[in-house]
């Protein structure tokens, strides 16, 4: 069972920077659609980042630009740059990747165990 393995993250002062990333625990035919979700205590999991499978990326209002997600195909791997971060970007960051694990097999979903990113002021 292909799982998903997050890392990166921790505690960073405002205007520092934090990279996470997600790996597939195996090698994997294509990473359909990528996307970061964040969860910060007492609020709703908001949308950080999204890309699909052409490489167009969606990010959410408040990234003001601060934020880059990509993708390394070669290594079934997703990253999230995070630069500029500010006390309000605490929260636990998902990863969600929508992968085929051979060229014949269909769409799987899974998400990533979560990651803490603290940012202090």
């Known amino acids: 069972q292909v799982q998903l393995v997050e890392s990166g993250g921790g505690l960073v002062q405002a205007g520092g920077s934090v990279s996470l990333s997600c790996g597939a625990s195996e090698s994997i035919f294509e990473i359909s659609y990528a996307a970061w979700v964040r969860e910060a205590p007492g609020k709703q999991r908001e949308l950080v980042a999204s890309m699909g499978t052409s490489g167009i990326t969606y990010y959410g209002d408040f990234v003001k630009g601060r934020f880059t997600i990509s993708r390394d195909n070669s290594k079934s791997t997703v990253y999230l740059q995070m630069n500029n971060l500010k006390p309000e970007d605490t929260a636990v960051y998902y990863c969600?990747?929508?992968?085929?694990?051979?060229?014949?097999?269909?769409?799987?979903?899974?998400w990533g165990q979560g990651t803490q990113v603290t940012v202090s002021s």
């Open positions: 969600n990747l929508a992968i085929r694990r051979t060229s014949d097999s269909g769409i799987l979903n899974l």
